[in-house]
Nanobody, 125 residues
């Protein structure tokens, strides 16, 4: 059974940093795109960042480019999201997810099948 468990969320002041982790279990995901999405109150879940199979490519939402970095440790079956220069508008529940097809690099929410339970990130001004 596939499980994704996020950790690392919390409360931080604007300008600060957090590192989110997502530990995957149930199978190996090195041949799958893994991504991070976020959902703020009253808004739809939105794409944040993705890393392609074998980590060749990454993609970021315009709002986080230059501030967030996605990475993967395949040996640990874990994906990370380093978030720097955080802003109050980054406040949301952050979810990691795994794409539903191997060897496809996607940022579309409906192309992700497995989701974690989410971790809250709150940035105070």
């Amino acid at each position: 059974q596939v499980q994704l468990v996020e950790s690392g969320g919390g409360l931080v002041q604007a300008g600060g940093s957090l590192r989110l982790s997502c530990a995957a279990s149930g199978r190996t995901f090195s041949s799958y795109t893994m991504g991070w999405f976020r959902q703020a109150p009253g808004k739809e879940r939105a794409f944040v960042a993705a890393i392609s199979p074998t980590d060749i490519s990454t993609n970021y939402a315009d709002s986080v480019k230059g501030r967030f970095t996605i990475s993967r440790d395949s040996a640990k079956n874990t994906v990370y999201l380093q978030m720097n220069s955080l802003k109050p508008e980054d406040t949301a529940v952050y979810y990691c997810a795994v794409a539903n097809r191997a060897w496809v690099f996607t940022t579309r929410r409906y192309e992700y099948d497995y989701w974690g339970q989410g971790t809250q990130v709150t940035v105070s001004s």
